[in-house]
Each structure stands twice: as C-alpha cells, then as structure tokens.
C-alpha cells in the first residue's frame, strides 16, 4: 500500500494472482533497493530508463519515463539519454522508447 492507503501500481496489476511479485516490488525494489543513498533518485531513474530502453522493455518505459520526471529529470535530459543510447543499444529501440516518451511527455500531435 502507498502512503494514502491506495494500492500500489503493483498491487492494482496483480493484487492476489501473484502476491509474492507485488510484495518484491513494493518493498523490495521500492521500498529498500530504490530507498538506497548510494544514487540518487534521479541517477536510479536515468539507469532505470536506460536499463528499459536497452531490453525493449518499453511497457515499462511509460511508469519509469515519469517517475524520472518525479525524480528531477527534465524531458530534454530523458530525450538526450535515449537519442545517445540509439548509438549503444540500437536504432530501433531508441526510435521505440522516444515513441514512448513523446506519449508520455504529452507531445503527440
């Protein structure tokens, strides 16, 4: 559960079909791995999304997109980060993820 008692994006996906993956989410990767100081919020976003981008994981994209938003990254900085990442992991990825991010970002004319 979130701070205001509504259920996680976790918890309202998969509630009681797979409480195990819901309670890793919430409290492992959120709670404890994403609660580390090591890196910064934004740093853990820009890793994340990076991460994302590289194994075509763009369903995930469209929660990590704005939650780097939350954490402090600017949507120039998201779209400087996927257009390098078109040189590293692939023209067709990135061409995917910015697809993503101009949906996400509000842009789609």
């Known amino acids: 559960m979130t701070a205001e008692n509504e259920p996680s994006g976790a918890e309202k996906a998969f509630g009681d079909f797979a409480p195990a993956l819901v309670h ?3 409290d492992v990767l959120f709670g404890e791995v994403w609660e580390r100081t090591e890196l910064s919020p934004k740093e853990r976003s820009l890793v994340t999304v990076a991460s994302l981008l590289t194994s075509g994981s763009t369903e995930q994209l469209v929660f990590h997109l704005g939650l780097a938003r939350e954490n402090g990254a600017s949507e120039s900085e998201l779209i400087e980060a ?3 990442l078109a040189f590293y992991a692939g023209w067709p990825k990135a061409m995917s993820a ?6 996400v970002f509000g842009n789609e004319g």
């Open 24 to 26: 890793l989410t919430d």
């Open 82 to 84: 996927i257009t390098h």
């Open 98 to 103: 910015m697809a993503v991010a101009k949906r």
